[in-house]
């Protein structure tokens, strides 16, 4: 087994975080100064390694060691660069830097594989900023509708097409739909990711090999409307209350939800933002109105679509009894995914290889490796450890972890783009 660069990974770990870290947190907004700069310290890194670097219309990165038979479909991994507000300096850059580790190992070891073996750093991620998912992925597939180009940023009010035209990319080509990878010249997709849940640091766990993931189903401008009326002098019954509506309405849904669950259902709802009307809401007055998005995944796109439907039916039950209107606003989400089976038990056997027992889970969060694999590329997904959740400062990957999580990439990579011959294997 070749060596990950680990004093590598280090540095760029410890740059990653001087060039974006806000004072709170790690802020790499997408399409932004935070992001640009990562991408700029990604593709520097390259250019020192050897490896040839190129972008597409969309700015993403591709970081290229060639093979020696280039017609050959090229052996991928990485992830994207940008994160949250005051997110963690792990999400998703560790998945490009395990990257970058590798081949820099590789290279130092004068190996050469027979398949090209491609870095992506991925745009567009983090839907915090901009309503939609898979900004990056999706757009270099060329499948990235035309009117998310007009969506407006988080923070900015600025649209898709305008922060990438600012910073050199090509919108038109994007909307015309220019294809910068194709499946057929794909031979994998593998993907290193920090576990952005508790279930590997609750397990003991410092891998875990990923079986699915989660689709999802979106309300991110969905309002609750009643009437606004005085605190003290409007009875209960005359009441139009948006908020005991909505609270209403939560309840009843996590009960829908334990039902669900109870049924074999696997599935996550969550209403991450609840807001009055700062101009309106007042210490004496009945809320006439609150703004609220709901968040559905599942890996099982039946199981999205029951809960949406409960959500409705549920939502016109609390609209006859409260006197209020709820308005949904535009639907977004992703298709669940599923991954290769046979990536699966490769990166189990190559964990162990490492000196690590693997568990596997699914993925509650989204990733870049759904686009992969609902374009039919075999995608696989490769958890490390990492405690105190993510998006938020706190994240805290232990690099023996991340090390154990690089060497067992970098054998799989090396055995898809025949720089060692695989092993027959199964898991325990």
Not at 43 to 70: F, I, K, Q, S
Not at 88 to 96: K, L
Not at 188 to 208: D, N, R
Not at 311 to 318: D, F, N, R, S, V
Request: some cysteine; hydrophobic content about 40%; overall charge negative.
């Amino acid at each position: 087994m070749i060596e990950p660069d680990m004093a590598l990974a280090a540095s760029l770990f410890e740059q990653l975080h001087a060039l974006s870290f806000d004072g709170v947190g790690i802020t790499r907004d997408t399409y932004g100064a935070g992001e640009q700069r990562a991408h700029s310290l990604m593709a520097d890194t390259a250019r020192l390694l050897g490896l040839e670097v190129r972008m597409d219309a969309a700015l993403n990165l591709y970081l290229t060691l060639p093979g020696r038979h280039r017609d050959r479909p090229a052996v991928m991994t990485g992830s994207h660069l940008d994160s949250v507000p005051r997110g963690g300096n792990y999400d998703g850059a560790a998945g490009v830097v395990a990257g970058l580790a590798v081949l820099a190992g590789w290279i130092k070891a004068g190996a050469r594989p027979d398949h090209d073996v491609t870095v992506m750093g991925i745009r567009a991620e983090e839907s915090a900023w901009f309503p939609v998912s898979y900004i990056g992925s999706t757009s270099a597939f060329g499948l990235l509708s035309p009117q998310a180009l007009s969506c407006r940023r988080a923070g900015t009010g600025r649209t898709l097409s305008e922060h990438i035209r600012e910073l050199g990319g090509r919108p038109e080509a994007i909307a015309s739909g220019e294809a910068a990878l194709r499946p057929e010249a794909i031979d994998c997709f593998v993907e290193l990711h920090i576990e952005q849940g508790p279930v590997l640091e609750g397990s003991g766990h410092a891998l875990g090999v990923v079986t699915g993931i989660c689709g999802s189903h979106r309300y991110r401008q969905a309002q609750a409307k009643g009437r606004y009326a005085h605190s003290g002098a409007t009875p209960r019954t005359h009441r139009q209350d948006a908020v005991v509506a909505l609270a209403t309405l939560i309840e009843r849904l996590q009960r829908e939800w334990r039902g669900l669950e109870a049924d074999g259902h696997e599935l996550t709802l969550t209403f991450g933002q609840v807001n009055t009307d700062a101009r309106q809401a007042d210490f004496s007055k009945v809320p006439g109105q609150v703004s609220f998005c709901v968040d559905i995944r599942s890996r099982s796109l039946d199981t999205l679509q029951l809960m949406d439907s409960l959500l409705l039916k549920a939502a016109g039950e609390m609209e006859s009894c409260h006197g209020v209107r709820f308005e949904w606003g535009p639907v977004s989400g992703s298709q669940p995914a599923v991954m290769d089976e046979t990536l699966q038990r490769a990166l189990h056997d190559a964990a162990l290889a490492a000196g690590v027992q693997p568990r596997q889970l699914p993925s509650g969060a989204g990733h870049d490796a759904a686009t992969f694999s609902n374009r039919g590329i075999p995608t696989a997904m490769l958890f490390v450890r990492n405690a105190n959740g993510s998006h938020n400062p706190e994240e805290a990957m232990d690099l023996d972890d991340f090390a154990a999580g690089a060497r067992t990439l970098g054998q799989v990579l090396a055995m898809r783009a025949g720089l060692i011959r695989p092993q027959n294997s199964a898991p325990n």
